[in-house]
């Protein structure tokens, strides 16, 4: 439909529409940056939505109920935030848009989570959204299997771009979500055929409609312009059972001279083309004015929802006190009471029974302990269930038959199960965790980022975390993978050394709130290290002594998960020299990064030599090495400094240097003359 044609048949819903387009060109003209095309094609499509289908109320931006809108084109960012000023989201008030873009404000370049009432997550990386909406898909599903349809019973929306879908991991998520037959999952599809450098035909020829089709979903197809073709669409697709997606073919910066071509994606319209749009629009209005009768009626829009929120709140008032409590705690994302005492327990019989086994196993344990108390846990694993040990036995499988399931079987698609938990925890009322061999952070690496970006507590369980593997040889064996994720800002990385630490470790994470956790675990067995039960969580400390020096200390011993073994192997061996040795535990960088000076001092004093070992790369550890108090010349590093190979475990550990009298002989040098037998031993 055509602007005239558009302008003569729906009036009213065109000076809608071009409130949100104004708004946009305007912003991003402000900021001389932004993408003003994609608004302004997908601003009738945003219209029908908000006007006639998507369930919120602007008043209530959390309201548990409330539909889920996610733009994951979140290069068109102004659309959503233009939509959020129009309908009356208290914080963003036209003040914001003037300033989009700009140091400060709550209108970054793309959405970003938690800086805005009615984001929902942050996208800008394209296809996330879209994969992060498969998850939102799939709390509501369980959501409501668990408590109801008077509880939760809404849908998720998504606009994805060309972009979007040609990102891999569209299709890692489009297959999970027509596999799990998600059919309160609507995707629309802006299809402009316009990418950053040009028609979409330079670089795919992809039939989009048939991808879909193929994956399981319901496919329709609507003219991006005619309110009452999207409607129609709309509606088809809420009375599916499988999630649909709507080809929306809409025009690039609608309207504007710049509308079909690629210089319309990313940058301003310009003066002159601003002013010829408006007069195509009819928008006479000063930069940033929106006429009161049209945002009146866009606050209506706004206020719709307050009737179905107040029907939801009788309905929730209605339930057990009991069920109340519950549904609090787990959307609030509070712990049950029992988590502490539950790990203590288990800790208290590690400790007292000794096992050795691989913390990947140590980790199921956990699980088994905590998942029954922790009805929120959702669990799942990229086809590597056995190898993860993630599944416990009181889980279920989550699917269409069964909705009331906990355990999500992912297939071999990392990137999109990273992405889905992402949006299974932003929902709220679920704890994901899900599980992959280490070295395939790699393929789930944009999503983590995204965790930790927007502080969402997502766990994951990345099993098979060294040359300890063995056998399936350097392809799988991650040796540079621990570094990158603990150059991550606000990651814990927590790598246990036992059964007991992983307990710890799995406390930390199911109680945290902004920060996701990557739980490194063996495959191969270790012994118990934590023989003395503590009731306190030592790991919460990030490091701490596990063996005191016997005499004079000369050397501290620094490592992390299967190497604390050989640390105190190597302790042993030196001790028996005479040479007083300190083994410290390190399990989480991060946590002990915020320990205060005190605290870091008494656990790495200055003076003793200093080894580190970890069978992972060097790189980063030189903080511990040399600086909090040590010296270059007086620290030394026992691990990998490249490749692995393919071998058994043991062989490899031989073969890399990566043992206890390698370590021995690297303190003595570090000692040279300056050492004796200490005459107290």
Same mark, same amino acid.
């Given at each position: ?428 009322? &679920? ?50 993978? &621990? ?199």
């Amino acid at each position: 439909m055509d602007i005239a044609t558009l302008k003569e048949l729906h009036p009213d819903h065109f000076a809608r529409a071009s409130a949100i387009r104004a708004l946009a060109m305007d912003a991003v003209q402000a900021a001389n940056s932004g993408h003003p095309g994609m608004p302004m094609g997908m601003a009738d499509v945003a219209t029908v939505l908000f006007e006639k289908h998507l369930k919120f109320d602007a008043a209530a931006p959390d309201w548990p109920d409330r539909d889920r809108f996610i733009l994951s084109a979140g290069h068109g960012s102004m659309l959503l935030y233009a939509l959020l000023h129009l309908t009356g989201y208290e914080d963003m008030t036209i003040e914001q848009i003037k300033n989009f873009r700009q140091l400060g404000s709550i209108t970054a370049g793309h959405p970003e989570y938690g800086h805005a009432k009615g984001i929902e997550t942050t996208t800008g990386p394209l296809g996330q959204g879209l994969a992060n909406a498969v998850g939102f898909a799939m709390a509501e599903e369980s959501l409501r299997a668990r408590y109801g349809k008077k509880v939760c019973d809404h849908y998720t929306y998504a606009i994805a771009g060309d972009g979007c879908l040609m990102e891999g991991i569209s299709h890692e998520a489009i297959g999970l979500a027509g596999m799990q037959k998600l059919g309160k999952l609507i995707v629309l599809w802006d299809d402009n055929n316009i990418s950053i450098d040009g028609k979409v035909g330079l670089s795919d020829i992809t039939d989009q409609t048939k991808r879909f089709q193929a994956a399981g979903w319901q496919v329709v197809e609507c003219d991006g312009h005619d309110p009452e073709d999207i409607d129609r669409a709309l509606s088809q697709a809420k009375s599916s059972k499988k999630p649909s997606m709507i080809a929306c073919k809409t025009h690039i910066g609608f309207g504007s001279p710049k509308q079909d071509t690629a210089k319309a994606h990313g940058s301003p319209l310009g003066p002159d083309g601003i002013e010829a749009t408006r007069a195509t629009y009819g928008w006479p209005y000063a930069p940033f004015e929106i006429p009161v009768d049209i945002l009146s009626e866009w606050r209506t829009i706004g206020a719709r929802g307050s009737a179905d929120r107040a029907a939801w709140n009788d309905r929730y008032a209605e339930l057990s006190p009991n069920r109340q409590t519950e549904l609090h705690r787990v959307w609030t994302g509070a712990p049950p009471k029992k988590l502490t005492s539950t790990i203590r327990a288990l800790k208290k019989q590690i400790s007292e029974t000794n096992p050795k086994v691989a913390t990947r196993r140590s980790s199921e344990m956990v699980l088994e302990a905590v998942n029954p108390i922790m009805p929120e846990n959702i669990g799942g694993s990229a086809d590597l269930t056995g190898s993860n040990n993630t599944l416990t036995p009181d889980l279920g499988i989550f699917d269409q038959a069964n909705r009331k399931g906990r355990y999500v079987h992912y297939g071999i698609r990392e990137h999109g199960m990273a992405a889905a938990m992402n949006g299974l925890a932003l929902h709220g009322g &679920i704890r994901p965790y899900g599980g992959t061999f280490l070295c395939f952070t790699d393929y789930a690496r944009g999503a983590m980022r995204l965790s930790s970006l927007m502080g969402v507590p997502v766990t994951y369980v990345m099993t098979h975390d060294s040359i300890g593997l063995g056998e399936d040889g350097p392809t799988h064996q991650p040796v540079e993978h &621990i570094a990158m994720l603990r150059a991550s800002p606000n990651m814990n990385v927590f790598r246990p050394a036992d059964t007991v630490e992983t307990a710890e470790a799995w406390e930390l994470a199911l109680t945290s709130h902004k920060t996701p956790s990557t739980l490194v675990l063996t495959r191969q067995g270790l012994p118990t290290v934590r023989t003395e039960h503590k009731m306190r969580n030592l790991t919460a400390q990030g490091a701490y002594v596990l063996r005191e020096a016997e005499g004079k200390r000369q050397a501290l011993l620094i490592a992390t998960g299967s190497e604390i073994e050989i640390a105190l192997k190597a302790r042993d061996l030196l001790q028996a020299q005479g040479i007083g040795t300190r083994v410290v535990s390190m399990p989480c960088w991060e946590l002990f990064e915020e320990q205060d000076e005190a605290y870091r001092r008494k656990v790495l004093p200055a003076g003793p030599v200093r080894v580190a070992i970890e069978a992972g790369l060097r790189f980063g550890w030189d903080r511990w090495l040399f600086g909090e108090r040590g010296k270059r010349e007086k620290s030394g590093f026992i691990g990998m400094h490249g490749f692995g190979a393919s071998a058994p475990a043991p062989e490899l550990y031989e073969h890399f240097g990566i043992t206890a009298q390698a370590t021995a002989e690297k303190v003595k040098d570090l000692l040279g003359g300056n050492w004796a037998p200490d005459s107290r031993t």
